[in-house]
């Protein structure tokens, strides 16, 4: 999960704003797209129920995944046509508002009620630590331009796609 949500989410965001400016969007429409973007958040966030019930959780955390490494890569490639920007800034936001839950929902089928806490507190510590090693080697790539910077979150974002998601069974959390 940390591997996609980083990239797609962290390092994408604090360079949005300075994306949208050097596509030439003036600075008094920056908050309009940032707050219709947040309006979509909110649209995708009701619809979770619906989503997963007509997907899979594994295939909506795949097709989530391989769609912010998709966006991630137009940035890096076409990051100053201010359409493909846009097209870029709604996938990512989608991908983020859809994620989290249905990682949540997968997380806590897998891990068994009697020990949730223990775990989750001991994945906080994974998170943190992949935290600052993914923000430590991107961010060393900032100065040589977004170009660089956004096709390696997409590289790192396509490592967390690839690795597998297992569905567990009733039976198999039991024992």
Same mark, same amino acid.
Request: glycine share 6%; charged share 10%; net charge positive.
């Given at each position: 999960?940390? *591997?996609?949500?980083?990239?797609?989410? %962290?390092?994408?965001?604090?360079?949005?704003?300075?994306?949208?400016?050097?596509?030439?969007?003036?600075?008094? #429409?920056?908050?309009?797209?940032?707050?219709?973007?947040?309006?979509?958040? #909110?649209? $995708?966030? &009701?619809?979770?129920?619906? @989503?997963?019930?007509?997907?899979?959780?594994?295939?909506?955390? !795949? %097709?989530?995944?391989?769609?912010?490494?998709?966006? *991630?890569?137009?940035?890096?490639?076409?990051?100053? +046509?201010?359409?493909?920007? #846009?097209? +870029?800034? $709604? %996938?990512?936001?989608?991908?983020?508002?859809?994620?989290?839950?249905?990682?949540?929902? *997968? /997380?806590?089928?897998?891990?068994? /009620? !009697?020990? &949730?806490?223990?775990?989750?507190? @001991?994945? /906080?510590?994974?998170?943190?630590?992949?935290?600052?090693?993914?923000?430590?080697?991107?961010?060393?790539?900032?100065?040589?331009?977004?170009?660089?910077?956004? *096709?390696?979150? %997409?590289?790192?974002?396509?490592?967390?796609?690839?690795?597998?998601? &297992?569905?567990?069974?009733?039976?198999?959390?039991?024992?």
């Amino acid at each position: 999960m940390t *591997l996609v949500f980083i990239p797609t989410t %962290a390092i994408f965001e604090n360079f949005s704003d300075k994306l949208l400016y050097d596509a030439g969007l003036p600075v008094s #429409f920056i908050g309009v797209v940032l707050g219709s973007l947040a309006v979509f958040s #909110f649209v $995708v966030s &009701r619809s979770i129920g619906w @989503l997963t019930t007509r997907f899979s959780r594994i295939g909506l955390m !795949h %097709a989530t995944g391989a769609l912010g490494v998709l966006a *991630l890569v137009i940035v890096a490639l076409d990051g100053d +046509a201010l359409f493909s920007l #846009f097209g +870029a800034m $709604v %996938a990512l936001r989608f991908v983020r508002t859809v994620r989290y839950p249905v990682y949540s929902q *997968l /997380s806590n089928a897998l891990i068994p /009620s !009697h020990v &949730r806490a223990t775990t989750i507190s @001991l994945l /906080s510590i994974v998170d943190s630590l992949c935290d600052m090693l993914i923000f430590s080697s991107v961010g060393a790539l900032a100065t040589m331009g977004f170009s660089y910077l956004f *096709l390696a979150s %997409a590289a790192v974002a396509l490592i967390g796609c690839l690795m597998p998601i &297992r569905f567990v069974s009733p039976q198999e959390k039991r024992q």
